[in-house]
């Protein structure tokens, strides 16, 4: 993957996301949906963004659950937002 698309798709995860204090992971903002390659759609997860792999990590009926991304095969990302 050029380096260019690798910090699109940074730029893009951090706009849709919001530091989480004392880690180098992302929360997705309050009020904002996401979804990689048109699969599923994740609200209220939280991200770690890799030059290799995006993880996104999402609480389900009481489990954590990682679904990782490879970056090369990231292909778009959507963003879902209500308008202000």
């Known amino acids: 993957m050029a380096v260019s698309a690798l910090q699109t ?3 893009v995860l951090e706009y849709a996301s919001v530091p989480l204090h004392g880690t180098m ?3 997705i903002r309050k009020g904002v949906k996401l979804q990689i ?3 599923k759609v994740y609200e209220d997860a939280v991200l770690f963004i890799s030059d290799l792999f995006l993880r996104v990590t999402e609480d389900s009926d009481g489990l954590s659950v990682n679904t990782y991304y490879d970056i ?3 292909a ?3 963003t879902y937002s209500s308008k202000e």
């Open 37 to 39: 390659n048109e699969g």
């Open 9 to 11: 798709w940074e730029k």
């Open 25 to 27: 992971s992302r929360k």
């Open 72 to 74: 090369d095969s990231i």
């Open 76 to 78: 778009s990302i959507r």
